[in-house]
C-alpha cells in the first residue's frame, strides 16, 4: 500500500529541468493544438541536432545549474562579500545605538522642559 505522506524526495536528473525548459518556452512560443505530438517532434528534432553537433543540452545544462549552485561566486552579488556585509551590520548596529541615545537626550530633555514649566 502507497503511503501518501511518505518522507519520499525525488530527485530531477541533471539536464532533465533544462530540456523541459526549452520544450515548455517552444510550446509557448508555437501555440501548437496537439503539445504531445509537438513534443515528440521537439525531441526528435534534439535528438538529430545532437548526433550531428555532439552537443548536448542536456549535459550543457547540467554543468551550467551544477556550476551555478555549486560555485559560491555565483551565488554572491557583484562586488558583495562577507567583509562588506560584516560592515554594513556594524555600521546598522552604530546608527541604531546613535538614534536611541538621541531619543534618550530628547526624553530627558522633554523631561526638564515639563519640570521647569511645572515650577
Known amino acids: 500500500m502507497a503511503n501518501p505522506f511518505s518522507n519520499t524526495y525525488l530527485r530531477i536528473p541533471q539536464g532533465f529541468g533544462n530540456l523541459l525548459e526549452g520544450l515548455t518556452r517552444e510550446i ?8 504531445p505530438a ?34 559560491h561566486a555565483f551565488k554572491e552579488s557583484a562586488g558583495e562579500n562577507k ?26 530633555e522633554k523631561l526638564e522642559n515639563t519640570k521647569e514649566a511645572n515650577k
Open 83 to 108: 567583509e562588506e556585509a560584516a560592515a554594513v551590520k556594524i555600521q546598522a548596529a552604530f546608527r541604531g545605538h546613535l538614534a536611541r541615545e538621541e531619543v534618550k537626550k530628547m526624553k530627558s
Open 28 to 35: 509557448l512560443r508555437e501555440q501548437p493544438e496537439n503539445i
Open 38 to 71: 509537438f513534443a515528440a517532434a521537439y525531441f526528435k528534432d534534439l535528438l538529430e541536432k545532437r548526433e550531428k553537433t555532439n552537443f548536448d543540452p542536456a549535459e550543457w545544462g547540467a554543468k551550467i545549474d551544477d556550476r551555478y549552485y555549486n560555485n
